[in-house]
């Protein structure tokens, strides 16, 4: 028997045990491990809470994880439960998949002031990360400043023009739907050192701007690039960028009825947070050009007001002790996807920051593939029979497929009418929830 310790139950983890079982059948036991005691990572905690569907891939994991040759190991931390170097004496390949769960930082003067946060802190707050859950966003003010120009920035931005009855169908969270539903914000600013043609937002999720309840996008003409240019774009980027037209030509009677305004302000590129007694009230910008598809600074300069600002810049691996770390690019240090004989990284942790969710998928079948090169015969480590000793020694609460599936009973036994689940958003509760507090 071959025994793999995938470390994290996202999108990465769950489509290597599928290439893994896909590829020895019964002659494989997959562990899945995860910090927290509930699954599927980003598609819980990431993907935006009123994009159900695009939730719904979880079902297809989940699918491999009630074969009974995979098994979930929740509430356990690698690098704090267990090291590395302790897997891999138990298992014959370690396979990291722990995502990229740091927000890049800023790097600016005043980005410590109040009512700032990072991408990963304010999307785990809305969708109930135990970690963020507890953030407290100050929404009373009038203008919220989202730096990026990707689509975590247009989730941000959307999630925070929404009306309550726009989160109909959606787990938002109860504590960030009632704050978003006290909300005085009537001003969304998606701010961005380049211009419309560098955009990276997809149409979808671009377009759904355009179909809001109470807000309405304005994209300045001025902005937009001489229309024949469109044409040299890829055809998604193109349309993309139809669609800022599409904004930019909204005649002012249609915004009447829209007391939340989505402003694109392109060729901006922060320079300096301003506050008042430690807290954000503006943004000092730099006006750039573009040159051969890089910001240039003009040196004219002007301040954003903001009230709120959350930062959509990007992603960073955690290291874990012992694992070659890259730090200019924030992940693991590794030949695709291959960091030693033995350990592997699969997602984000291997590529950073990109793709969609499918994009992890091929990740997970060629690390296998090396795995099988690289360990053409199993090593006769104990695998999961070690751990579970190991994890009787240390007194670990480990969480198990089953004990999650209670978990998530509870979650939709609570859920407000016609949402899917409540979700608990602190670990003792999943624990107890679990029948192992
Ligand atoms: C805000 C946001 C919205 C997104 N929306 C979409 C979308 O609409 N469509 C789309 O296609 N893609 C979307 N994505 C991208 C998608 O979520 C990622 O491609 C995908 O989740 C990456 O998968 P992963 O498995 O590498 O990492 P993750 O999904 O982050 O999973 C990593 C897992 O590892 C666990 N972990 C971390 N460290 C440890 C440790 N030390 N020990 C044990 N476990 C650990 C974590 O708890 C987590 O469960 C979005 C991303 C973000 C940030």
Redesign the pocket.
């Given at each position: 028997m071959r025994h793999l310790a995938i470390?994290?139950?996202?999108?990465?983890?769950?489509?290597t045990a599928e290439a893994a079982l896909k590829r020895w059948g019964d002659d494989v036991m997959v562990d899945v491990?995860?910090?927290?005691p509930v699954?599927?990572?980003?598609?819980?905690?990431?993907?935006?809470p009123d994009?159900q569907s695009?939730k719904a891939v979880a079902k297809r994991y989940e699918a491999v994880a009630l074969s009974s040759n995979v098994r979930f190991i929740g509430n356990?931390?690698?690098?704090?439960d267990i090291s590395v170097a302790e897997l891999q004496g138990l298992y014959d390949a370690v396979i990291l998949?722990?995502?990229?769960?740091h927000d890049r930082p800023l790097d600016l003067p005043g980005d410590h002031l109040g009512n700032v946060f990072g991408?990963?802190a304010f999307?785990g707050w809305y969708?109930g990360h135990p970690q963020f859950a507890a953030l407290d966003p100050d929404l009373s003010g009038p203008t919220a400043v989202v730096i990026g120009m990707g689509?975590?920035a247009l989730?941000?931005a959307r999630i925070l023009a929404k009306t309550r009855a726009e989160f109909a169908g959606s787990d938002i969270v109860g504590h960030a739907l009632d704050r978003l539903d006290g909300s005085r914000l009537n001003h969304v600013v998606i701010l961005g050192r380049r211009g419309p043609h560098q955009i990276a937002m997809t149409p979808k999720?671009l377009g759904e701007l355009g179909h809001l309840e109470r807000a309405c996008p304005r994209v300045d003409p001025a902005d937009l690039p001489d229309e024949a240019e469109d044409v040299l774009l890829e055809p998604g980027l193109r349309k993309s960028v139809t669609l800022l037209r599409s904004f930019a030509a909204i005649p002012e009677s249609y915004r009447a009825d829209k007391p939340v305004e989505i402003d694109f302000d392109f060729f901006a590129s922060p320079r300096a947070l301003l506050g008042v007694d430690g807290k954000v009230t503006g943004i000092e910008v730099e006006r750039t050009t573009v040159e051969k598809g890089r910001a240039i600074g003009t040196g004219e300069t002007y301040v954003v007001p903001a009230s709120l600002v959350v930062c959509?810049i990007g992603?960073q691996t955690?290291p874990?002790p012992d694992v070659p770390f890259d730090e200019r690019q924030g992940r693991f240090a590794n030949d695709e996807g291959r960091i030693l004989s033995g350990l592997y990284c699969?997602?984000?942790?291997?590529r950073g920051?990109?793709?969609?969710?499918?994009?992890?998928r091929p990740?997970g079948y060629s690390v296998v593939e090396k795995i099988a090169e690289d360990q053409p015969h199993q090593s006769g480590k104990p695998g999961p029979a070690g751990f579970d000793r190991l994890a009787e020694h240390r007194a670990l609460k480990v969480v198990r497929f089953r004990d999650w599936k209670k978990i998530e009973e509870a979650e939709q036994r609570a859920a407000r009418e016609g949402a899917p689940r409540e979700k608990f958003v602190d670990v003792e509760t999943m624990i107890h929830a679990a029948g192992k507090g």
């Open positions: 470390i994290g139950s996202g999108p990465a983890g769950y489509y491990f995860d910090r927290l699954p599927y990572g980003l598609i819980r905690s990431g993907v935006a994009h695009i356990v931390s690698v690098g704090q998949a722990t995502g990229a769960p991408s990963a999307v969708n689509n975590v989730d941000v999720e959509c992603y955690s874990i699969v997602g984000w942790a291997r920051p990109s793709g969609t969710i499918g994009t992890n990740d």
